[in-house]
């Protein structure tokens, strides 16, 4: 006789648990209701005057026999999961994601082909500071079979004493030599008002760490049909990164290229910390190419060719890393940039790693 009480009161907790399960999908559908609403009217999501009014209802309503803690716990789990859902439906939605556009988004720059599957490298000074300089590393870089060349015309520094770059001329520089070699030209720039001077001596526009929430400039590079390399912020989320990237999107502009450059942690053995598993995360959240820099990512030259092998063997689309003919004299980063012949050893190791991964 007990059995049988005791299967049909375990009979009416199942029936009980698919009620409550029928009215939670219920909630659900309303919350993602609720969430698109929101998003047309640019309302924060998380509502905790809500919250509190939505608890103290459901406490006046409460007769036991769970403690009201029990009961109060057991609703922020469920707030908590709905505002997750509310997330979700708008990550769905991000021109970045991959649930959005399944397929690899490749950014040609003069013929090479960034997140095609083939990886490339990005080689250039830190700063422009002569034409010799410039031409002397293009050089080198043709010889290693290169075209994708960086370099700072203009250069936001931590102190305002430090050298800012040649500006204009620098661009001009790049460009001219850019034409005699054979190079494609990514430089940063600082401002909306640079856009328009970018757009005619470079063939990428780079906005840097310091700039990657400059809402103002990521919405100027988004209205032209020019190729963006978006670098990380100083200690941004992956989250942050790619809200970032949605920025230049959702003008129009699709040819964006993410960039890992490290992030800022309590660790000083590096100038920051290499965030590598950041690379397949972005990869497997949105459908953009991905390039690691190693330099700004160690700033030290004895961590280039490993941290470089670590960001091939994962995926990475390309890597940057900075040559100067003669570091010691350099204007700015000295000790983390590579010489002429330091660089050549350090393609022909990553070549050779490159076919050993192949």
Do not use: W
């Amino acid at each position: 006789m007990m059995v049988n009480e005791l299967s049909e009161l375990r009979n009416q907790i199942d029936e009980v648990n698919v009620k409550i399960l029928a009215l939670l999908n219920q909630r659900g559908r309303i919350v993602q209701q609720i969430g698109e609403y929101k998003e047309k009217q640019g309302v924060v999501r998380f509502d905790p005057v809500r919250e509190r009014q939505a608890l103290d209802l459901i406490m006046e309503h409460h007769e036991g026999p769970f403690e009201a803690s029990t009961i109060k716990h057991i609703f922020k789990e469920i707030f908590k999961a709905s505002l997750e859902l509310q997330e979700d439906e708008q990550n769905k939605a991000l021109l970045v994601s991959r649930k959005a556009h399944p397929n690899d988004t490749i950014v040609e720059i003069n013929g090479t082909k960034l997140g095609s599957g083939e990886q490339h490298f990005i080689m250039g000074p830190c700063a422009v500071e002569s034409y010799e300089q410039v031409k002397a590393v293009a050089l080198a870089m043709k010889a290693q079979g290169l075209t994708l060349m960086r370099g700072g015309a203009f250069k936001p520094r931590t102190s305002p004493y430090d050298f800012q770059g040649l500006g204009m001329e620098g661009l001009q520089i790049l460009r001219q030599v850019a034409d005699e070699v054979g190079m494609s030209i990514i430089s940063e720039i600082l401002t909306p008002h640079d856009v328009e001077v970018a757009l005619q001596y470079t063939d990428v526009i780079q906005i840097g760490a310091r700039n990657m929430q400059n809402f103002e400039l990521l919405k100027t590079v988004g209205r032209f049909n020019k190729p963006i390399l978006l670098k990380r912020g100083l200690a941004a989320t992956i989250e942050e990164f790619i809200n970032a990237a949605e920025y230049i999107l959702a003008q129009g502009n699709d040819q964006v290229i993410l960039c890992e450059r490290g992030i800022r942690t309590y660790e000083k053995a590096t100038r920051n910390t290499l965030d590598i598993s950041a690379v397949p995360i972005l990869k497997k959240e949105t459908h953009l190419p991905v390039v690691v820099d190693v330099t700004h990512s160690t700033g030290r030259k004895d961590l280039l060719f490993p941290t470089a092998k670590a960001a091939l063997a994962i995926g990475a689309d390309a890597i940057m890393a900075e040559v100067h003919p003669d570091p010691t004299v350099a204007l700015s980063d000295a000790q983390q940039q590579m010489n002429i012949p330091e660089f050549h050893e350090f393609m022909d190791g990553l070549k050779a790693f490159k076919e050993k991964l192949s």
